[in-house]
């Protein structure tokens, strides 16, 4: 596990564009397409603005991406809680990727049926062995969430599916997440995580005793790949 800190978000979402053009070049140099999950919540919009503009814009070949969605709120693509949504407005909407090869969460779909296409599509673009995502990019919330993993759920200890759909009783709403067997298959995880109210959980994350229920993002941990955290000061605070 790699630990990066920057000084603040400014300099955190720059560190990330730059880890993701290089690591884009890299596999692209031995294969012709990138797999990349986003995240969704406010820590990469920075990112994603930067993304869309000079130099990343024109160094990465959009053109090769495949970009899934690790997780997403049930509601419509145009709804300000989307994190498709959140991306095509200040990334998607400002580069070329074809569309057949931006790959959504069908929330115009009942959430179980919502949650049964996207397994489909996932299982038909990576087979059912081997590793999955090139990169995955993941938030952390205030509480240890990542993904749609939230404390307390049992997504969290999911074994076999890829995909779930589930009803969050604390914000009242559907949430669509891939898992941890699927995730842990990838070949890297950054972990973007920003700002003060992150210090406490991310101190227990990383340096607390393993208790998943409670910090579900620490049941993620590649099997093989890379595992980079890249955090700013304010959220480093209370790490030893
Ligand atoms: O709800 C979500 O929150 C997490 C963390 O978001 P942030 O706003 O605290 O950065 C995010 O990773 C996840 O994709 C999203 O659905």
């Known amino acids: 596990m790699q630990l990066i800190v920057k000084k603040n978000p400014t300099e955190l979402a720059k560190a990330a564009a730059d880890f993701i053009s290089k690591r884009i070049k890299e596999v692209l140099e031995t294969k012709d397409q990138f797999t990349i999950a986003l995240s969704g919540g406010s820590t990469p919009k920075a990112l994603h603005e930067l993304l869309a503009k000079p130099p990343y814009s024109q160094q990465i070949p959009w053109a090769q991406l495949h970009i899934f969605w690790g997780d997403e709120r049930y509601v419509l693509i145009e709804d300000e809680q989307s994190n498709a949504g959140m991306a095509y407005d200040t990334l998607l909407g400002h580069v070329y990727t074809p569309e057949s090869q931006i790959h959504i969460w069908r929330t115009d779909l009942e959430p179980e049926a919502a949650a049964a ?20 990019l993941l938030g952390m919330g205030d509480d240890g969430h990542t993904l749609s993993l939230f404390p307390g759920t049992e997504v969290i200890h999911e074994q076999n599916a890829w995909t779930k759909a589930y009803f969050l009783t604390k914000q009242d709403m559907y949430r669509l997440t891939l898992t941890a067997p699927l995730v842990n298959r990838s070949s890297c995880i950054l972990f973007l995580v920003a700002g003060p109210k992150k210090a406490e959980p991310l101190k227990e994350v990383l340096e607390g005793e393993y208790n998943p229920d409670k910090y579900p993002s620490q049941i993620i941990k590649p099997e093989n790949g890379d595992l980079v955290w890249l955090i700013d000061e304010k959220a480093a605070a209370d790490l030893e």
């Open 117 to 136: 296409d996207y397994d489909r599509v996932l299982h038909t673009y990576f087979g059912d062995t081997g590793p999955t995502f090139d990169l995955v």
